[in-house]
């Protein structure tokens, strides 16, 4: 069965292999998630388990959310989202799921909201080529032509067309990593490498989906 788990990203550090070796390695605060709802072909559509992370006050909770808590039997919960599953989830509503689902060695996926990075320019943003730098030349760093006003058919800009504007902010999901340790005393696992996301943000960890799946 497919399993995942929420959690924060705290921060990079390294670890020490017994040879000696240094790992890079991005600590994630991954407590019990909770399962708040189970959803199958025969009444969503789609097979998947919704799990909440996270604390939040009341005040901060509508009341449609409330209800829904209340249904699971649930705290209210800050982050939350669903995992897809190929069958029937064989989760039980309440229960809650920690980092013990994971082993040291295991392949996972992590996906987060990248690190935004407000305006920027064809060559930050798109890794543009920047043009002549002499003095007769205007257009250091511009993105140059978009096309003529014939070219395309119709002289307008077509929908996703590299150009300056808002960098970062989007969701990734970075594949086969590597679990370097898993801390079940502290709710920390450590995952080799660098996952989405500025320190705070919020996590989703799966097992990796293998090829052909």
Do not use: C, W
């Not at 689902?101 to 943003?125: L, M, N, P």
């Not at 032509?145 to 058919?153: A, D, L, N, Q």
């Amino acid at each position: 069965m497919a399993k995942g788990i929420l959690g924060k990203k705290l921060g990079m550090t390294q670890i020490f292999t017994e040879k000696g070796e240094v790992i890079p390695v991005t600590v994630v605060e991954a407590g019990a998630s909770v399962v708040l709802q189970n959803k199958t072909v025969e009444s969503d559509g789609y097979n998947a388990v919704q799990l909440g992370f996270g604390t939040v006050k009341d005040k901060h909770v509508t009341k449609p959310m409330k209800g829904h808590f209340a249904k699971s039997g649930a705290k209210p919960v800050r982050f939350i989202r669903e995992l897809r599953l190929p069958a029937a989830p064989e989760y039980k509503v309440g229960e809650t799921v920690g980092v013990d689902v994971f082993s040291e060695g295991e392949i996972i996926d992590v996906t987060g909201t990248s690190k935004g990075k407000g305006f920027a320019g064809g060559i930050k943003r798109h890794n543009f080529k920047r043009g002549p730098m002499g003095h007769g030349s205007k257009s250091h760093r511009e993105p140059g032509t978009i096309g003529t006003r014939t070219s395309g058919g119709g002289g307008k800009v077509f929908k996703g067309k590299k150009l300056p504007g808002r960098m970062g902010g989007h969701r990734v999901t970075v594949q086969r990593l590597r679990v370097a340790r898993v801390d079940t005393a502290r709710n920390l696992i450590l995952i080799k490498g660098a996952v989405p996301g500025p320190r705070g943000s919020y996590v989703v960890i799966r097992d990796t989906v293998k090829p052909g799946k």
